[in-house]
């Protein structure tokens, strides 16, 4: 173990969610997804970069026919949301009469996706939902409907598949629970 994975694994509180756990809930939302968007024109929007591995997991077990797109977005530095929400690259693929599902990793306050939503919005969709892995609901000051959530959690800062603390733990297969000690440091 090099000097890099011993510090990360002080930082790590435990397992919240494991693999199984994670794999079994993606096949069902992809079960209701795949029951809900038989003969529309699906394109599911990934939020990046949290939203990759969910999102990659997630379609590929869809199975109707879909489109790709992807938004780059961001408002955190480090455990803190800024509240500033800045895109850095927008969908591409032509929104007008497509069916979109956002794809999201993770719901905290909800300023992000309400944001995000009604950006989408003004460009005329058909039909636009929302999808999210992880819904810390305690924690919520913007109004905004979630369509399918994986999983509610606790008001912890949380880790792995896909969701970062300053840009590490991504690949982590599982979602962990970062120690309050160790957070706000920026040495990571
Ligand atoms: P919101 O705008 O407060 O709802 O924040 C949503 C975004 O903040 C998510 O898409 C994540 O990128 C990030 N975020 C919120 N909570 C966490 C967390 O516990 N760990 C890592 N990122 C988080
Ligand atoms: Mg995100």
Known sequence: MDDMSAMDDMKIDGIL?????????VKELAARISA??????????????GAFMFFSDLIR??????????????????????????????????????????????????IS??????????????SLKICTLLDKKDRRIADVHIDYNGFEIPDEFV??????????????PHIAVVKKSSRGFGIV
Not at 17 to 25: L, Y
Not at 36 to 49: E, M, R
Not at 161 to 172: C, E, K, S, V
Request: aromatic share 8%; net charge neutral; charged share 30%.
């Open 17 to 25: 969610i494991d693999q199984s756990r994670i794999a079994e809930r």
């Open 36 to 49: 809900d968007y038989g003969g529309k024109n699906l394109l599911a929007v990934g939020i990046l970069k």
């Open 61 to 110: 077990l869809v199975e109707v026919p879909l489109f790709v797109d992807f938004i780059v977005s961001s408002s955190y530095a480090g455990d803190k949301t800024t509240g500033d929400v800045k895109v850095y690259s927008d969908i591409r693929h032509p929104v007008a009469n497509m069916d979109v599902l956002l794809i999201e990793d993770i719901v905290d306050t909800g």
């Open 113 to 126: 996706l309400k944001y995000l939503r009604e950006r989408l919005l003004r460009m005329s969709p058909k």
């Open 159 to 172: 880790v792995g598949y896909g969701i970062d603390y300053n840009d590490r733990f991504r690949n982590l």
